[in-house]
């Protein structure tokens, strides 16, 4: 009698990356995500604490055309763009295996302008007929 091997499968894990990322209001912004041994799986994004997904593989679950998921190889970045303060938070990339759930969490800031700077000496142009 011939015994048949167990089939094994490799876990998907997530490949190292940033956990925080800033971003100016108005600036694209870019949460990476990048999975290690995926196989049949799929690459869930959501804003926590919200439980209805943003993405679901490639595919964008939102009524908002900002949001969107750049898959190439093992990335499954999650993209948006014109990012604004209500977008600040913490948003998880999500593979759901076997009895349980694997997340990588990203946090994304929005500031106002460059480092907390303030706009010095604005540039004031006046046209037309001028008066004293």
């Known amino acids: 009698c011939l015994s048949i091997p167990a089939i094994r499968y490799r876990e998907p894990e997530f490949e190292p990356g940033p956990a925080k990322v800033t971003h100016r209001r108005g600036e694209k912004a870019r949460l990476y995500c990048s999975v290690k041994h995926l196989g049949e799986r799929t690459v869930v994004w959501r804003k926590v604490p919200n439980t ?11 009524d908002d055309a900002r949001i969107y998921v750049d898959h190439k190889n093992r990335q499954w970045d999650l ?12 948003y998880e990339c999500q593979i759901s ?7 990588h969490v990203v946090e994304l800031y929005v500031t106002e302008t460059a480092s907390g700077q303030v706009k010095r000496n ?3 142009v006046i046209t037309g ?3 004293a």
């Open 52 to 62: 209805n997904p943003l993405t679901i593989g490639a595919t964008t679950w939102i």
């Open 79 to 90: 993209v948006i763009e014109g990012v604004t303060s209500y977008d600040s938070g913490e």
């Open 97 to 103: 295996i076997s009895k349980k759930l694997l997340r």
């Open 122 to 124: 604005p540039e004031i």
């Open 129 to 131: 007929t001028q008066f």
